[in-house]
Structures are given as C-alpha cells and as structure tokens.
C-alpha cells in the first residue's frame, strides 16, 4: 500500500486502537536520523525499542565482515518480534536489516513503515515515485506495508510523518480487517518467513516444498 506523508496532507491526530497492540517497525531509507519516532511513540502510547542501542551488545560475537550489522540486527529483531505495542526504530534500509530481502522474516512481525524522502511536490507525483521503485525491484518499498513519502528530515516534519504513518496504517487494516490478527498468527507460529501466505503449523521453510495457507 503507498501512501505519501506531507504536512498539507494528514492533519487529524489518529487513535491506534486499530493496531490491536501490533507493534510498528520504522524503516528509513537512507542514513538521516528520524526524529518523527518520539512524536509517534507519544501518539500510540506504544513502548520505544530502538534497535541501535541493542545491536552494540551483539556486533562483537560476530565475525567482522559487510554482513555484519544487518546479521546483528537481525537477531535483535528476532528477540523483539514477539514484543506487542512497541514501536521499533530500525537502522535503515541502506545497511541494517531491511537492506537485505532475505533478512525480513522478523520484521514481517510488525507493521512496517518505510519512510523515504522526496522532491516530489504533491501526493500524486509521490505515489508515482513508490510505484517506480517498487517496479525495479526495491524490496524495501515491495516488502513493507506502508511507504510514507515526505519532503525533509527536520523537526518540523515529526509531527506530520507520525500522523501520515499512523494514518497509512489505519487505511491499510480498514481495507483488510483480519491484518492484525494475521501477524499475530505468524508470531505465533515462529516468524518463518511466509508473510503474506501464513503455512499451516509444521511447515518447514527449509524443505522447499509448498502447502495451502493457514486460515485467519
């Protein structure tokens, strides 16, 4: 689902309760810093677990190599997958985890909302910009729930990034009302990488072979 965030565009303040205690994972693109997580964490009353603080601890019981980062982000978010109303600041889509579309599978646990800058100057120029990246392949824009297009990084703009991602979400759950429920089911299952077609229990995601899709 794309959807752009400006400050001319969502304006209301949105209630979360259409969550059902999901827990949101924030994608930035590029390596500016994200300064809307404070103001949507306030938003959704959800608990704050950056991702940053927690990889620190881990990098040094990996080998040292490029892969490095995006493997101990990885087993962060394993270990926060089964988290419920958090919200989790990521390390972005150029070296953390979401730079790798084989490193997704925990990140499926949550509602993820990519956040990508652009010079796009209204909301149809915006969505046309998501839809290229997505038809080239960009597994950051095809793999996350929402994209969230906006104009600057700085302060100013936290307040409207956090309602249009907010705002994004509750269009996306209103448009299929079982979403919620369904990430709870492939939690509970063992995040193993069959978001959107949840297998029944038992499926083995290393034996190659396909099954119809657990029902919701």
């Not at 394993?78 to 070296?95: F, K």
């Amino acid at each position: 689902m794309l959807i752009t965030g400006s400050a001319y565009i969502y304006k209301s303040c949105i209630c979360p309760c259409f969550l059902k205690g999901t827990s949101i994972y924030l994608v930035v693109f590029d390596s500016h810093g994200y300064s809307g997580t404070r103001v949507l964490v306030q938003k959704s009353c959800w608990k704050h677990l950056p991702s940053k603080q927690l990889i620190h601890s881990i990098l040094g019981m990996l080998a040292e190599g490029s892969d490095s980062v995006a493997e101990a982000e990885c087993a962060v978010l394993e270990s926060l997958s089964s988290h419920v109303r958090a919200v989790v600041s990521t390390l972005g889509g150029q070296q953390g985890a979401a730079a790798r579309a084989d490193k997704w599978r925990h990140l499926y646990a949550g509602f993820t909302v990519w956040l990508s800058q652009t010079e796009a100057t209204d909301e149809n120029s915006a969505k046309e910009e998501a839809r290229r990246h997505v038809q080239d392949g960009n597994s950051g824009y095809s793999n996350a729930d929402v994209v969230v297009k906006l104009q600057g990084w700085d302060a100013d703009h936290a307040k409207s990034v956090a309602q249009a991602s907010l705002s994004a979400l509750k269009q996306l759950i209103l448009s299929d009302r079982k979403l919620p429920g369904k990430k709870s089911l492939y939690i509970r299952l063992g995040c193993r990488g069959d978001w959107p077609n949840i297998k029944p229990p038992g499926w083995d995601p290393s034996s190659g072979t396909d099954a119809s899709p657990a029902r919701v």
